[in-house]
């Protein structure tokens, strides 16, 4: 009984220098996890701000007009960098207008964002409707 309690009490760092081992690629799964949650929320909000400024484009509003709902619906993640294409400038009813929204967002994690070659990385959401 005394030779189990012995290996037993010799085994108790075992666990700690295991741990130790594990934690810092737990911490680097855990942030990029998070990276990929901010990276798509971005890719979430630009693609129905795409879609918003389509639908104004495509009842007839101007350019000015798209632009403007463009920036308010994607008001949570315009640092000021957000643009907005939108084609063809002259809409005929029938055809088809596009429009596409870019904005540029900054990978955080220091060993993430050394696997992405282009840091901030820009998302980016097309929408294509035809004018009624």
């Given at each position: 009984m005394?030779?189990?309690?012995?290996?037993?009490k010799?085994?108790?760092g075992?666990?700690m220098v295991?741990?130790a081992?594990?934690?810092?690629?737990?911490i680097?799964i855990?942030l990029?996890?998070?990276?990929?949650?901010l990276v798509?929320?971005?890719?979430?909000v630009?693609?129905?701000?795409s879609?918003?400024?389509?639908?104004?484009?495509?009842?007839g509003g101007?350019?000015?007009e798209t632009?403007t709902?463009?920036?308010t619906s994607a008001?949570?993640v315009n640092?000021?960098?957000?643009?907005?294409?939108i084609?063809?400038?002259?809409?005929?009813?029938?055809q088809?207008?596009?429009?596409q929204v870019t904005?540029?967002?900054?990978?955080?994690t220091?060993l993430?964002?050394q696997?992405?070659p282009?840091n901030p990385?820009?998302?980016s959401?097309?929408?294509?409707?035809?004018?009624?």
């Amino acid at each position: 009984m005394r030779e189990i309690r012995a290996i037993l009490k010799k085994r108790r760092g075992q666990a700690m220098v295991e741990f130790a081992l594990i934690l810092p690629v737990f911490i680097l799964i855990l942030l990029g996890i998070m990276e990929f949650g901010l990276v798509f929320h971005q890719y979430l909000v630009v693609t129905a701000a795409s879609r918003e400024g389509a639908r104004v484009a495509a009842l007839g509003g101007t350019d000015a007009e798209t632009q403007t709902i463009v920036n308010t619906s994607a008001a949570s993640v315009n640092t000021g960098q957000l643009t907005t294409t939108i084609t063809p400038t002259v809409r005929v009813k029938g055809q088809t207008v596009s429009v596409q929204v870019t904005n540029p967002v900054m990978i955080r994690t220091p060993l993430i964002a050394q696997a992405f070659p282009q840091n901030p990385f820009p998302v980016s959401g097309t929408t294509v409707m035809r004018v009624e």
